[in-house]
Structure formats: C-alpha cells, structure tokens
C-alpha cells in the first residue's frame, strides 16, 4: 500500500508575480473556474511551494475598476493545497497591501469565509456601478441556467 505524502503546512510562501508567472495565473484560474478577465500578472501575489522548486500553487489580486472601486479578485488555490491556509495567507497579504475599502464578488456560499476577513454581503443599491453590472448579469445567467447558488458581492470598510 502506498503510503500517502503529508505535506507541511506552511511549506509554501508568497511572493509578487513575474512576467514568467502569467501562462501559469491563467491555468490556476482556469482550473478552479472563476472569472477569467482582468488577469494581469502585474496585480498579483502567488504562493509558491517551497519543497516543489517554487511552483506556483495559488494567487489572488486587487483589481481596480473603471468606477474607481477595488476588488479583492482571483484569489485561487490548485486542488492538492486547498484547507493548507493557502487562500487565507493570499488574502491577508492582499489587505495589508490595500487596507482601505475593498469589494469582492462570490458565490453565496463563500459569504462565511469572507465574513472572517470583515466583508460584508451588499445590497444592490450600496454597489458601485460595475458591481451592479455584474450582478444583474449573474442574475440573469442563474435564472437561465437554474443555479442554485447566486452571485454575492461584499465590502470590506
């Protein structure tokens, strides 16, 4: 029988992205299924697997938008390091980097781990105005597609 590799928990650490680490974001992103546009590498924080030669396992970044609002965005975990407090290491990087107001788009079920990080679900009317565009798009997508879970957008103050 195969004995199974426990990997430490804190064998990774994280760093700004590189040029190099563009082709690698976009899979990551791919591969978990969250919104693929607005990826430049320029904006991103990735965590690195210090035992696998610095391979890259996760990333997130903070997206600015035309309206003047910033995002919490892209924050994305490969399968084999989620629950190793990956995801938790990008984000509070991230609000350290941007301690001000920020807004973050999620599925409703996500609602609770964000909750942690002092982000509150926001009514359509407090969103600014590209949240709203994204939120009446979901909204149309969920009826079409009979969603279960709808499109949730939060702030942190």
Known sequence: MAMETQIPPNAFSLRTATAADAKTIRRIINLVQINP????????????????????????????????????????????????????????????QYPGRLYLTCRSRLEPLYQKFSFQAIGFEEMPGYFQRISRLAAVYNKLTHQPDHLSVMRRN
Do not use: M, N, Y
Request: glycine share 14%.
């Open 37 to 96: 546009t607005g990826l430049s590498w320029r904006r991103f924080i990735v965590a690195i697997d210090e035992q696998a030669g610095g391979e890259v396992i996760g990333c997130g970044q903070i997206k600015a938008h035309r309206d003047g609002s910033l995002e919490l965005a892209s924050i994305a975990v490969v399968p084999e390091w989620r629950g190793r407090g990956v995801a938790r290491a990008i984000i509070e990087q991230l609000l350290r």
